[in-house]
């Protein structure tokens, strides 16, 4: 193979655009010392990435992938949780839906008046202009 067109490449990978992605990061990755599969023949990087894209030497999916993790600044693992959660069993949702049924539980009653003046207590009271006079 004298030359290396997109023709010959293009049935290998899809979208011309993910062969040039494909290509140029493979070129990248000889230009760093990664070792050839073909023979060079006197050719460039880019050139030597497309017939090794068009000799099929690397699965597209496999240097999708590698492009992907090159690029990537964050990699997320996924860390076990530090406690699970326990199942709720039936008597317990039968508690919850029963008030009476958990004496354990109990509530505070609040009049409206003393409500009122819990809440006038946490807001300052707005100045006036003849309070400030």
Do not use: Y
Request: hydrophobic share 35%; charged share 35%; with cysteine.
């Amino acid at each position: 193979m004298a030359r290396v067109t997109v023709e010959d490449c293009i049935d290998k990978v899809d979208n011309r655009f993910d062969l040039v992605l494909l290509a140029s990061h493979r070129a990248r990755l000889i230009s760093s010392g990664a070792p050839i599969t073909v023979d060079r023949d006197n050719d460039k990087n880019p050139v030597v990435a497309l017939r090794e894209i068009a000799d099929e030497r690397f699965a597209p999916e496999d240097m999708r992938e590698d492009l992907i993790h090159s690029l990537q600044k964050h990699v997320e693992v996924d860390e076990p949780e530090s406690e699970a959660v326990p199942a709720m069993t039936p008597s317990a949702s039968k508690n919850l839906a029963d008030p009476e049924a958990s004496p354990e539980v109990q509530f505070d009653r609040m009049t409206e008046e003393d409500l009122l003046r819990g809440l006038e207590g946490l807001v300052p009271p707005v100045e006036t202009e003849e309070e400030g006079e």
